[in-house]
């Protein structure tokens, strides 16, 4: 069965500071990749997304994300966070199977130091 | 553009209670519909899809249900709460591709 590691559970950096953020699946094949961002009481917002094609990603509020297949990784980057983007981060993977279901990881809490 | 509602934003039941939480998608058709429960601190967990009204499939078991009657509103419902049952419940839809979009939740705390 498919799974979706995140191995850090929380990350802190200082304002301004480049972000780095985790993921590594198990899949036989290519998945399709998602990154979502969650605050506090809110839904999940999709940040970017991987089909096929160029492994560098980009998405919304400047970040991206590069797909390793040797790696089995898609982590997320930053290279200067702001404060607003305190949250929860949720890597995800799709299968393309019957009714399209994400596994998702367990989540990095990411707090920003001013 | 494509919304998703869902309805209330925030519950209080006792023990025992019923429930009924609702999601609509708005500016889509034949979407497929999501239920997920995260409890505090943890991941998300599919409680159950929707490929079309009327179709259900239940990935966890539990005291929960869902059903679809129009094409664009999933509904799910309980019985009897337990206290278990307490946690952040999102909705989400997809076009049909993998890629998903999440309503704002509903907060359930079961006293």
């Known amino acids: 069965a498919q799974s979706v590691t995140q191995p850090d559970i929380h990350i802190t950096v200082s304002e301004g500071a480049s972000l780095e953020l985790r993921c590594n699946y198990s899949?036989?094949?290519?998945?399709?990749l998602f990154w979502y961002v969650q605050s506090p009481g809110q839904g999940l917002q999709l940040l970017l997304k991987?089909?096929?094609?160029?492994?560098l990603v980009q998405g919304i509020k400047g970040f991206e994300a590069e797909f390793k297949r040797s790696q089995s990784s898609f982590n997320l980057r930053k290279p200067s966070v702001h404060w607003s983007d305190a949250a929860e981060y949720f890597c995800?993977?799709?299968?393309?199977?019957?009714?399209?279901?994400?596994?998702f990881g367990g989540g990095t809490r990411l707090m920003v130091k001013p | 553009s494509q919304t998703i509602h869902q309805w209330p934003a925030t519950l209080v039941q006792p023990v025992g209670s019923p429930l009924s939480l609702e999601c609509t998608v708005e500016?889509?058709?034949?979407?497929?519909l999501y239920w997920y429960r995260q409890a505090a601190g943890r991941g998300l967990q599919l409680l159950f899809y929707?490929?079309?009204?009327?179709?259900i499939s239940s990935e966890v078991p539990q005291n929960l249900s869902a059903s679809r009657p129009q094409d664009r509103q999933f509904i799910l419902s309980s019985k009897k709460l337990l206290l278990s049952d307490s946690g952040f419940y999102l909705c989400?839809?997809?076009?049909?591709?993998?890629?998903?979009?999440f309503g704002p939740g509903t907060r359930l705390t079961v006293t």
């Open positions: 995800a993977v799709g299968l393309n199977n019957a009714g399209n279901m994400l596994t």
């Open positions: 991987y089909f096929s094609g160029d492994t």
């Open positions: 500016g889509t058709s034949n979407p497929n």
């Open positions: 929707s490929v079309g009204i009327g179709q």
């Open positions: 899949y036989g094949a290519t998945p399709y």
């Open positions: 989400a839809w997809s076009p049909g591709t993998d890629e998903q979009y």
